[in-house]
């Protein structure tokens, strides 16, 4: 049997986070503290528990995270007009609209009203398509998140067939156009997909964005197979059935403690990122 690598994006998450710090201490000698603003919408336990690690983590890292929680009966006007003052505040680098907004909000509308120099996930359609054509300043954090544990590990992508399972704009779609731009061979399968196993025995590289709790088989994927799994489902489970993928693959991410952490990582980093450039422009 070949050794199996686990993928630790705690080990990742870590290195980025290092870093970082000496970015954050230099800024803070210039009088900028990276700002982080996150907007909640609603009560979704879930959701508030996102916005809370993701605001531990600035503070554990010297960056200012400053919470809004907006009750679920505003309007797709008023929150565009808190993210607009948002984008005018000086001292606030990077914005975060926590997904998914209640019903009745236009999402993709209070995305769009974000700043490009404030679009910290990549939730913009300039900012998406700047990841497209491969100078985007900020991608999406999980999919960065993706490509950083790939590229830690040193594991190749070019010439490598990748099959992402999932094409959300957020994770499935941007993470299928790094992969290409990594000149790696991208398969993106969706709900309407047909014969998925099949498609799966095809990767070299796998990529779970679905939502649905261990969906992927370990009998789907090749023997040796790199698994990236960024499900987060109820219970602490991903999107792949870890104890009979791990069985066929070479390298397998964990959850938790595989891209979560990795996902945290790069938002503080893009933040950072977001500071030295204010002061740039
Ligand atoms: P989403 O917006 O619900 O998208 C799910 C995608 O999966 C859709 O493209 C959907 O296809 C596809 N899909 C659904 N059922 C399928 C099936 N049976 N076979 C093949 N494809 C199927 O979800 P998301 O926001 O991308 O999130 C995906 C997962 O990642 C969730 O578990 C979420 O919690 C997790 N996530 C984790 C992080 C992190 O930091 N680790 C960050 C964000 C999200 P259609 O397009 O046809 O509907």
Known sequence: MTEKLILDGNRVANDIKEQLQGRVDALSQKGVIPCLATILVGDDPASETYVKMKGNACRKLGIESRRIHLDSSISTEGLIDVIQKLNEDPLVHGILLQHPVPHGIDERAAFEAISIHKDVDGVTALGFAQN????????????????????YYEIPIEGKHAVVVGRSPILGKPVSLMLLNRDATVTTCHSKT??????????????????????????????????????????????VDYESCLAKASAITPVPAGVGPVTIAMLLKHTVDAA??????
């Open 276 to 281: 030295e450039k204010s002061i740039a422009r």
């Open 132 to 151: 497209a054509f491969d100078y985007a300043s900020f991608p999406s954090c999980t999919p960065a998140a993706i490509m950083a544990i790939l590229d």
């Open 194 to 239: 047909k014969k998925l196993p099949k498609l799966l025995q095809l990767a070299d590289i796998v990529v779970a964005a679905v939502g649905k709790p261990k969906l992927i088989q370990g009998d789907w994927i090749r023997e040796g197979a790199v698994v990236l799994d960024a499900g987060y489902n109820a219970g602490n489970v991903g999107d």
